[in-house]
């Protein structure tokens, strides 16, 4: 199993992700230069957090139109695993891959803190780690995560089952304290058509070692390691 | 031909940035200041001369990149 990880000029969780997947992995990612087309054969793509291009315009949006992303773009219709991740799930929605848009926090500040998220489909390469309704604490670290989307597009989520993961409560209620930045129905990770890529603003790679203070995030590279039965 | 490109948040879209400008406002006592949305204006300059032309490139330019659809509304004015 070969992994990649698209590196921006203004990505800050990169290299966490690097760790991550080499361990999952049992091999070395490629780390590719957003400016690159050539993008290695990987099984999975890994779209980091950070603040690519300052957030210029809006945040994810000059990452979108990189060189790099077109082939992701690529190798996601071609149904390649692609994972984006906070910076990366701006990216995704920015590129069109995933629906709706995030915008600045409801509350207006930057929050940077450990979340819990709600297991919502176990049925993804992402997700067969983890048990149905499992609660995760995960951290977040965002100034724009408050998922936006028409109705329309948030009904459909709904009824394809293409939400992954809801903010809740420590009980894994989904309640409105237990959300951190407006986002609609607790949305914190959405699923594209066909299931091959995720996008989720909190940080599995920040959980995913012990010597970090929890591995809740690693049962993630592990299902996409291949390393969880189906 | 210069282009001036307002990007403001959709009606029904909630916009934080503005209601916080509004208690701002109030705070500082201008009373009656209502429904502040906060966008974005973008100029730019551009070879074509033909008002038509420029506005379709203009258009162009915002749903690929300048505004955000899914939550943004545009608006092109020629200079």
Redesign the interface.
């Known amino acids: 199993m070969k992994s990649a990880v698209i590196v921006f000029p203004g990505s800050n969780c990169d290299r966490d992700v690097q760790i991550a997947l080499r361990r999952s992995f049992g091999s070395e990612p490629a780390m590719v230069w957003h400016g690159d087309e050539d993008v290695p054969d990987a099984d999975l793509i890994v779209v980091p957090g950070g603040f690519s291009y300052g957030d210029y315009?809006?945040a994810g949006?000059m990452a979108a139109?990189s060189p790099a992303m077109r082939e992701v773009v690529k190798r996601a219709g071609a149904g390649v695993a692609v994972l984006g991740i906070c910076n990366g799930f701006q990216i995704l929605?920015?590129s069109g891959l995933l629906?709706?848009?995030l915008?600045?926090?409801?509350?207006?500040r930057f929050v940077c803190r450990d979340v819990h998220l709600r297991v919502e489909n176990t049925e993804t390469v992402f997700t067969r780690g983890y048990a149905g309704g499992e609660v995760l604490r995960i951290p977040v670290a965002h100034h724009d995560g408050n998922y936006?989307?028409?109705p329309e597009t948030l009904s459909r989520l709904v009824n394809e089952n293409r939400i992954a993961f809801r903010y809740c409560d420590m009980g894994g209620d989904i309640t409105e304290d237990a959300n951190p930045n407006?986002s609609a129905a607790n949305i914190a990770g959405i699923l594209n058509e066909a299931g091959n890529v995720l996008g989720m603003m909190p940080h599995p790679e920040r959980l995913a070692d012990a010597a970090l203070g929890g591995t809740d995030g690693r049962a993630m590279f592990e299902a996409l390691a291949g390393k969880i039965a189906a | 031909m210069k282009i001036q490109v307002h990007v403001t948040l959709k009606n029904g879209?909630?916009d934080?940035?503005g209601k916080?400008i509004e208690r701002a406002l109030s705070g500082l006592g201008f009373d009656g200041v209502n429904d502040v949305r906060q966008g974005?204006f973008i100029e730019l300059e551009v070879a074509e001369n033909d008002p038509e032309k420029a506005k379709a490139a203009a258009d162009e330019m915002c749903r690929k990149?300048?505004a955000?659809t899914?939550?943004e509304d545009y608006r092109i004015d020629l200079g």
Not at chain 1, 103 to 108: C, D, E, S, T, V
């Open positions: 315009l809006r949006c139109h929605c920015e629906p709706g848009a915008m600045r926090n409801a509350g207006l936006a989307a028409d407006g | 879209v909630l934080p940035q916080a974005k990149l300048l955000n899914v939550i």
